[in-house]
């Protein structure tokens, strides 16, 4: 099948790249999932990543620290998830790329937005890491809000459950998944796929989004090729 879509931005959580492990770097599940995103970008897909830390230290989680420090942290874990990718995609024959919200010269790119575009346009996978660059901001809202500077068509968020529902169907069983959404029912519901942020910076610049199960891999190649799996979220 050919893809629907002609650039996409992925939203990979730190966890999901632990693997069975729980905590730090499954390179047995990276390269999984990387070997499905070179797939991806066989078929000409340009991709952006944004990947989250938190198989090494979430910010939200530190008691009493300070929270600029903390999450200041946090953008550091995101890196080092970020090179692993790069790693991973070079060995497997796709070029890829790094580009960090904070100046890291040495080992990774500093973001710009016209070099990110003219990379994809190459056929580098750009991964992006430190979220925003800031703090008391999530990675779920640096996804959104490089999504929107790279003009993707669509924001893929990859998470443990295949869509969102009213509740957490792995403690309800009567929980409801609703196979498409709006950002203000998102909100209104506080179904909690994605903090207000994100939702908001998501639905200004009208970014359709759709959250699906990254338990299988396979689901990106299926979601590249229009493929109605998970939960689509539009204005």
């Not at 580009?99 to 040495?106: E, F, V, Y």
């Not at 990859?158 to 009567?174: E, H, I, L, R, S």
């Not at 199960?213 to 109605?228: F, S």
Request: proline share 3%; aromatic share 6%; hydrophobic share 45%.
């Amino acid at each position: 099948m050919e893809p629907v879509y002609k650039r996409i931005l992925l939203k990979l959580s730190g966890e999901v790249l632990a693997g069975e492990k729980g905590s730090g770097i499954d390179f047995d599940t990276v390269n999984t999932i990387c070997t499905v995103i070179k797939r991806c970008a066989d078929l000409g897909v340009q991709i952006g990543i944004v990947v989250g830390g938190g198989n090494f230290w979430r910010g939200r989680s530190s008691g009493t620290m300070d929270r600029t420090r903390a999450d200041s942290m946090g953008m550091l874990a995101t890196v080092i998830n970020a090179l692993a990718l790069q790693e991973s995609l070079i060995q497997l024959g796709n070029p890829a790329v790094v580009m960090t919200a904070l100046d890291m010269q040495r080992i990774a790119k500093p973001y710009n937005k016209d070099e990110a575009v003219g990379l994809m346009e190459a056929g580098s996978v750009v991964i992006f890491g430190c979220g925003t660059g800031s703090p008391f901001f999530s990675t779920d809202s640096g996804a959104a809000l490089r999504a929107n500077e790279l003009g993707a068509d669509i924001f893929f968020k990859a998470t443990n459950v295949d869509g969102v529902y009213d509740k957490d169907p792995n403690k309800f069983a009567d929980a409801k998944k609703y196979e498409t959404l709006t950002y203000d029912e998102i909100l209104e519901k506080h179904l909690g796929v994605m903090d207000n942020t994100a939702a908001a910076l998501a639905a200004n610049g009208k970014l359709p989004v759709l959250v699906f199960n990254l338990n299988d891999p396979e689901n990106i190649l299926r979601a590249v090729q229009g493929e109605k799996i998970g939960t689509v979220v539009t204005a």
